[in-house]
T-cell receptor
Framework: EPEVTQTPSHQVTQMGQEVILRCVPI?????FYWYRQILGQKVEFLVS????????KSEIFDDQFSVERPDGSNFTLKIRSTKLEDSAMYFC???????????FGPGTRLTVT | GQQLNQSPQSMFIQEGEDVSMNCTSS?????WLWYKQDPGEGPVLLIA?????ELTSNGRLTAQFGITRKDSFLNISASIPSDVGIYFC????????????????FGTGTRLKVLA
């Protein structure tokens, strides 16, 4: 069964450093998303991406964040200069269409020290 | 903005019991999704609901899309220890006119613990 994969599973970085989180969405899906979940809290929407551009972003997704689909399979989230409060689980998701269900990857745990 | 409230926040039940949880909002949603999340893992899709009044089952799970489109419930029958986890509802809200897309908003979660 196709699934969304994410790497790395855990990333530890120092405050101020840049990190890139990687995702491989399900191959025939067209819509891609990043979500964040701070420990013990609900899943929060960050950004959606379609047709090689951002469709929508939340207030969390400020200028420190960027997304890219560098090739036909990968979808990345970059945090330019990490802050302590960026520590969270980051989930990638994909869907076949905008009104269809979203499938989540296993997440990357980002720890900023 | 649109918000989803889930209740109960947490529940302890005995193995074999039925479980019911719900998700409510003051806003109308077009689609409801129910996910289960195990510790340290990503949410796993359980059930998707697309029409008001729709009742859908997936094994021991049953979910309904409220007629007002402002709520949804999830029932688990004959609970087993592996049902433990956090259950999230997610609602697909209003059309974002600038992009032609919809955004999913997640509920606060119901933490389920099953006692053997």
């Amino acid at each position: 069964e196709p699934e969304v994969t994410q790497t790395p599973s855990h990333q530890v970085t120092q405050m101020g450093q840049e990190v890139i989180l990687r995702c491989v969405p399900i191959s025939n899906h067209l819509y891609f998303y990043w979500y964040r979940q701070i420990l013990g809290q609900k899943v929060e929407f960050l950004v959606s991406f379609y047709n090689n551009e951002i469709s929508e972003k939340s207030e969390i997704f400020d200028d420190q964040f960027s997304v890219e689909r560098p090739d036909g399979s990968n979808f990345t989230l970059k945090i330019r200069s990490t802050k302590l409060e960026d520590s969270a689980m980051y989930f990638c998701a994909s869907s076949a269409g905008t009104v269809y269900e979203q499938y989540f990857g296993p997440g990357t745990r980002l720890t900023v020290t | 903005g649109q918000q989803l409230n889930q209740s109960p926040q947490s529940m302890f039940i005995q193995e074999g019991e039925d479980v019911s949880m719900n998700c409510t909002s003051s806003s109308i949603f077009n689609t409801w999704l129910w996910y289960k999340q195990d510790p340290g893992e990503g949410p796993v899709l359980l059930i998707a609901l697309y029409k008001a009044g729709e009742l859908t089952s997936n094994g021991r799970l049953t979910a309904q899309f409220g007629i007002t489109r402002k709520d949804s419930f999830l029932n688990i029958s004959a609970s087993i220890p592996s049902d433990v986890g956090i259950y999230f509802c997610a609602g697909q809200g209003s059309l974002v006119r600038t992009s032609g897309t919809y955004k999913y908003i997640f509920g606060t979660g119901t933490r389920l613990k099953v006692l053997a």
